[in-house]
């Protein structure tokens, strides 16, 4: 199983960004998906997680109301897409597979590699 995430990249303060998690060898498409990420000195935090289907969706406070998790299964990829970024919001970004709704690290059963998202001000 393989989960490679790109689309990182330098945005000042207010603009947007999109992050796509691109996946292969998950046989089973009713893995929910999620991102993460982690700030310099800190832990890693949930950001946001869809169910399989992509119609139910669910957001750490800190995001919601500016970023969507999307995803398109017949492309096996995942969307983040951040709007109205602010400085706090720079961090490395990680996509991640879990058999439910989890939002804790240690429940998710693969990782990708990150993305690394820089919000100047």
């Known amino acids: 199983v393989q989960l490679q995430a790109s689309g990182g990249g330098l945005v000042q303060v207010g603009g947007s960004l999109g992050l796509s998690c691109a996946t292969s060898?998950?046989?089973?498409?009713?893995?929910?998906m999620a991102w993460f990420r982690q700030a310099p000195g800190k832990e890693r935090e949930f950001v946001a997680s869809v169910s399989w289907g992509g119609s139910k969706t669910y957001y750490a406070d800190s995001v919601s109301g500016r970023f969507t998790i999307s995803r398109d299964n017949a492309k096996n990829t995942v969307y983040l897409q951040m709007n109205r970024l602010k400085p706090e919001d720079t961090a490395v970004y990680y996509c991640a597979a879990a058999s439910n709704f989890y939002t804790r690290t240690s429940d998710m059963a693969y990782w990708g590699k990150g993305t690394q998202v820089t919000v100047s001000s």
């Open positions: 060898g998950l046989t089973d498409s009713s893995y929910f």
